[in-house]
């Protein structure tokens, strides 16, 4: 079973790469319902080709599980395409019942407009509970879906200055 998304973010794809390879991103991204452990998310401000496992709890209260997030990024297989891909599992809690967790995020420019990204995002699991959880999973998408069109916007990594007048006069 899978859900997925496929958006148009108003950021470039440069600056949508980093936001996915941040810890931070990741951790705005599904608060303040999922909260993923600060202390463990990424030890730096980008997430290298690792593996990390990290305490998830629902709104910082009831503990939901591990998860392990073992990620490798792909930067040069489909030209103009950067890909994460996400292979870890949820070791401990309720979605460890699954199987076979692979979650898949790539980055491009939009046809229309380099400076404009597409975005898509699939998530595949298997298991003798993938069937009840398809519906929360798929509402969860839906809300990250609109959690990332909120946020893309900030992403800007080299936010353009509004110039002030020349006050100053010889």
Known sequence: MYVQLK???????????????????M????????????????SGTLWQNT???????????????????ELDYDETSHPGVKIL???GSPLTGP?????GWNHRMAVSPTADDPGRTLFRDRLSFHGTAAGAYWYPL???WQWRGSRLRDMAPSWA?????????????P
């Open 157 to 169: 990594f080299d936010p353009e200055l509004q110039h002030e007048p020349d006050t100053q006069h």
């Open 27 to 42: 951790r705005e991204l599904y608060a303040p319902f999922l909260n993923v452990n600060a202390a463990r998310a990424g």
């Open 95 to 99: 979605l460890s019942a699954l199987r």
């Open 51 to 69: 593996a990390d496992e990290i305490p998830l709890t629902l709104a910082g209260l009831v503990p939901l599980g591990r998860q392990l997030i």
């Open 138 to 140: 798929w509402v969860m």
């Open 7 to 25: 958006l148009v973010l108003d950021t470039d794809p440069s600056a949508a790469w980093r936001a996915l390879r941040s810890p931070s991103v």
């Open 85 to 87: 891909r996400d292979t």
